[in-house]
Structure formats: structure tokens, C-alpha cells
């Protein structure tokens, strides 16, 4: 069985970069036609995607926080990240990482890890 599992602090300061990991088992992320993104939930807000990565190692970034964002990846540890840079209150959400099949042609997002809120505060 798939799982999917996000770690990383809880507060972050205004001005920090965010760290997050996501600790996949019973996949691997290099598998081919699974791609592993990243998706958060502000408070009383809809679902925000925020980038994915393949399983070949290409990126892609939501526009709205390109220039804040990279998602990177250890295959030896299962594991992909996201940093987000120059937090403000606004990134205050609930972070989820997802397994997507199919990305390129007809993307379900099958496998969601149970998420973990951050909050920006100083």
C-alpha cells in the first residue's frame, strides 16, 4: 500500500524559508508515469497546488510562487521536499503531499499524505 508522509516545523517565522519532506513507502518516487507534488489548504480557502516534480526529476512550479518554490528530491531516502522561501502569514496552510498517475496525459491524484499544518507567525 501506497503512503505518503510530510514532516518538517510547525511555525516558521516571517522572512524564514519553509523545509518540508515527504517520506513515500510502498512506491518508488523514480517509478515511471507517477509524479509527486506538493499541494496546501490556507484556513476557510480551497486547495492551492503548488509544483511537482516526475519521476524523472523535472520540475514544474505554479506561476503564483515560482519564484519562491523548489521541489527537489533524495531518491536514496524515497523522499521529496519543498522549500518555500520569504514566508508570510498568508502561507499559513495545511501542506499535503500527493502521488499523481498519469501527469502528463490524464492526472489523477491517487495517493494524499495526511498533511501538516504550518503556520507563519513571529
Known amino acids: 500500500q501506497v503512503q505518503l508522509q510530510e514532516s518538517g516545523p510547525g511555525l516558521v517565522k516571517p522572512s524564514q524559508t519553509l523545509s518540508l519532506t515527504c517520506t513515500v513507502s510502498?512506491?518508488?518516487?523514480?517509478?515511471?508515469?507517477?509524479?509527486w507534488t506538493w499541494i496546501r489548504q490556507p484556513p476557510g480557502k480551497g486547495p492551492e497546488w503548488m509544483g511537482v516534480i516526475d519521476w524523472n526529476g523535472s520540475t514544474y512550479y505554479s506561476p503564483s510562487h515560482k519564484s519562491r518554490t523548489s521541489i527537489s528530491r533524495d531518491t536514496s531516502k524515497n523522499q521529496f521536499s519543498l522549500q518555500l522561501s520569504s514566508m508570510t502569514p498568508e502561507d499559513t496552510a495545511v501542506y499535503y503531499c500527493?502521488?499523481?498517475?498519469?501527469?502528463?496525459?490524464?492526472?489523477?491524484?491517487?495517493?494524499w499524505g495526511q498533511g501538516t499544518q504550518v503556520t507563519v507567525s513571529s
Open positions: 500527493v502521488r499523481i498517475q498519469g501527469l502528463y496525459y490524464n492526472p489523477m491524484y491517487d495517493y
Open positions: 510502498g512506491a518508488s518516487i523514480t517509478s515511471l508515469s507517477y509524479a
